[in-house]
RNA sequence: CCGGGAGUAGCGCAGCCUGGUAGCGCAUCUGCUUUGGGAGCAGAGGGUCGCAGGUUCAAAUCCUGUCUCCCGGACCA
């Protein structure tokens, strides 16, 4: 391709909607749009790298045994009704209605329309079991979308669907998509880690998801430096490490007064007595945070969490423990009469009405702080077990790096950022059982099939590869899923000297079958297209100019390593190519 | 959703307070000169100032409404 000719064009400023280094850079290469919240165009050059992509997937998957196949964007209601999911999917699904009145959604995910698929077709358990997969295009009406392709509304996605006559042939095949997404992202080049994570309200089963490392990423991630523990911190077990019993301590109410003090670190160092003259450690205070609970019953409660103000509520670990449909933050007037006092200064003590889940790590502790109900005041010597009445332990509080491993004796958690760029997902019966998906098993007798689902963000996975893979100057594409693979620069595209060495590259190049773009754009300084080349970031940069012309030579140059190697004309197309054979 | 901010040429911005025929840099086009890390000179094209009302002789500018976009959001529970 010549870039002359090439869809495309270059920013030296960065749009300034542009927050991330993906984002900035895709926009700045000119490979793409935005033509609403969310909603991008993809130019030749972003396209290219997302087909580089989709074909590892692709190559990957039908290795694994799956088939490729593709469903329809546009859903009727119909299909989500009998799943249950038009009711309980919120405002992320985009609903509209036909001429006719009635209802469609556009697809964030499809597996109403493969049950359906699969329960017309499948009736017997020797077509079992079965995995099919689509690429293609969702929309998922985000909250706020941001961070360009990494959180997008319209985006890209492999989406696949397994069916088995039983539990244990779905596991198998979890795992075997497991080790392909393995490879996948190996094959790519990317860094990333397969994490355990919380399964959500589907419940009962497991799930991983992959993320790329990023610093950008919006995930948080903890990993054992010892055992091969690795999970989202939403879901981290925190070890329970065994401590020497505390003397009793007897509550001292209203021990502490610090008035127009706020926030957890201020308040601890503001609580002065003779035996704390520099104030409590953080460890030694608490926090309570009132949650409106709805439990899996539908019946809404009041619930207070207790953990240590050193510490974060992890709002997962504590859903699941109390068994809850949904928590969320009680309204702050509610909580204020609930508890006759100003945010800040509540505490658990004397809220005999409702239920308490408390840190564990809090157990057999004396001489802990807690609000006093009261505006301006803490207890001090609050001791859970004796001061709470509706009380229940349990692993509420995020993990932290430095924190032993929740899972081998000798580890402690290491902390990365990560994007979530895949997922695999046993699904059981959630969707075969409403939507009668069922096979005639050995016995003849009806049974549902048992399913998985499997994730990968085709568009989010590009966008990752660069906030993992750039520097300074742009882009620098891994070689799987780069663009091209070699960028040839005629910097003086008007001499006819360059002009032939390029153009007789050209035609071995595509005799070859190796993939390139070549800077022929007339006029334009030398410096103006190494800049270019730098920004969209090919793996190696042939430059032709008339000063290494003269001494007999090109440049080629590794645009990650940024080394550079002169190569005699009449070499250049033997040493082409060698680095073309030796990609990846 | 709540809170904050912004909409003026493809991109980045000024002009608005104090109303008077819309400007700068980059990009684009033409010509000449340049050619190894975003060249120089001369000239040119491109904007219903987000949209709708209102005030006024006159609105990018003041008022009202509306839409869109961006950022932040539970260490005060």
Known sequence: MRQSKFLFQTHREIPKDAEVISHQLMMR???????????????????????????????????????????????????????????????????????????????????????????KTIKSYKQLPINVFQIQTKFRDEIRPRFGLLRGREFIMKDGYSFHTDDADCDKEYWNMFETYKRIFTRVGLTFRAVEADSGAIGGSFTHEFHVLAESGEDSILSCNHCDYTSNIEKTECRLLSKTPANPVPLKPNHFYTPGVLGQVEQARHMVDSAHPQGMPLAQTTKLYL??????????????????????????????????????????????????????????????????????????????????????????????????????????????????????????????????????????????????????????????????????????????????????????????IAPYHFHILNLDSDSPETSRVVNSLETFLKNEGIEFLIDDRSALSPGAKFKDADLLGLPYRVTVGSKGLNEGIVEIRNRKTKEVQKISIDLLHAKILEINQNLN
Not at 75 to 93: C, I, V
Not at 365 to 389: M, V, W
Not at 418 to 423: A, F, K, L, T, Y
Not at 442 to 454: A, I, Q, S, T
Request: proline share 4%; net charge negative.
């Open 291 to 480: 949650m409106k609970v709805i439990d899996l019953a539908n019946q809404e409660s009041v619930w207070g969490a207790v953990i240590a103000g050193s510490h974060e509520l992890n709002l997962v670990k504590m859903k699941n423990t109390i068994k809850a449909q949904s928590i969320e933050p009680l309204d702050l007037t509610v909580a204020e009469t609930l508890t006759q006092c100003k945010s800040g200064f509540m505490g658990p003590v004397g809220l005999d009405q409702i239920n308490f889940i408390v840190d564990q790590e809090l157990k057999g502790q004396t001489s802990l702080t807690c609000g006093a109900n009261k505006t301006d005041y803490h207890h001090f010597g609050f001791t859970p077990e004796r001061d709470i009445k509706n009380l229940h332990w349990g692993d509420i509080r995020n993990a932290e790096a430095g924190d032993r491993c929740g899972r081998c004796e000798q580890g402690t958690y290491l902390a990365f950022r990560g994007i979530e760029v895949g997922q695999v997902f046993k699904l059981g019966l959630k969707y075969s059982l409403p939507m009668k998906c069922n096979f005639l098993d050995m016995n003849g007798k009806d049974k549902p099939m048992v399913m998985g689902c499997y994730g990968i963000g085709i568009t989010r996975t590009v966008a990752a590869a660069i906030e993992q893979n750039h520097d300074a100057d742009g882009i620098v594409w891994p070689t799987s």
């Open 29 to 119: 290469s000119g490979m793409l749009l935005k033509l609403a919240s969310g909603v991008y165009s993809y130019f030749p050059l972003l396209f290219r790298a997302i087909q580089k992509f989709e074909s590892i997937v692709r190559e990957e998957l039908e290795k694994s045994g799956c088939q490729e196949i593709l469903m329809p964007f546009v859903q009727p209601s119909d299909l989500w009704t009998e799943s249950g999911r038009w009711g309980a999917y919120g405002k992320e699904l985009l609903r509209f209605q036909d001429r006719k009145n009635n209802d469609f959604c556009l697809g964030p995910t499809h597996e109403e329309v493969v049950t359906d698929m699969v329960r």
